[in-house]
């Protein structure tokens, strides 16, 4: 009896010392990996310093001037006048924040249906059915298009803000 206890303790034991192996390895393993971790972070934190150095050299006023001087005849700088600096109200809207086309009406106000004023089978986008739809109406204008025609048109030297004023951005 004593002989088969003793051999299901070395096979306990056995296999406790197996697992303690198998955990001290993965705990070796994942040490290993924080130590690579930490060196690329050490890595990336060294690279942004060097950059941040680079970069504070390259925008030294003086070099920059230097830089403005050699290079005047070719690229004509002249400094910012303050007019040309906008402020963040002065900012076009965003194309989410621009509300919806008004939906063509008729000369009885009642919005046109699109799909009586096309051929059968035709496909017809929004312009060619307000071409259609607004054949009749075109000695009557809505109040829609008169306020359009009110609105102020910029031309001459502004002809960048044309693209802020309807939320467009080119660059």
């Known amino acids: 009896m004593l002989r088969t ?5 070395v096979v306990v034991m056995t296999a406790a010392a197996t697992v303690t192996y198998s955990i001290k390895h993965r705990a070796e393993l994942k040490l290993e990996e924080v130590r690579k971790i930490e060196s ?9 310093d060097l950059l941040k150095a680079d970069w504070a050299l390259l925008t030294q006023p003086n070099r920059l001037q ?3 001087d050699l ?9 910012t006048a303050s007019t040309q600096l906008a402020q963040p109200t002065e900012l076009p809207m965003l194309k989410a924040d621009v509300p919806p086309p008004p939906a063509p009406t ?4 009642k919005p046109l249906p699109m799909a009586d004023k096309s051929k059968p089978g035709e496909k017809v986008d929004g312009v060619a059915a307000l071409i259609k739809g607004g054949e009749a109406d075109m000695a009557a204008p809505d109040a829609s298009q ?5 609105a102020p048109v910029m031309s001459g030297d502004d002809n960048e803000m044309d693209g802020m004023a309807t939320g467009s951005v080119e660059q």
């Open 66 to 68: 230097r830089l403005v």
């Open 5 to 9: 206890f003793d051999i299901i303790l």
């Open 146 to 150: 008169a306020q359009a025609e009110e």
């Open 40 to 48: 690329e972070i050490r890595l990336e934190r060294d690279t942004i």
């Open 106 to 109: 008729g000369k009885d106000g």
């Open 71 to 79: 290079y005047q005849g070719e690229l004509q700088l002249v400094p």
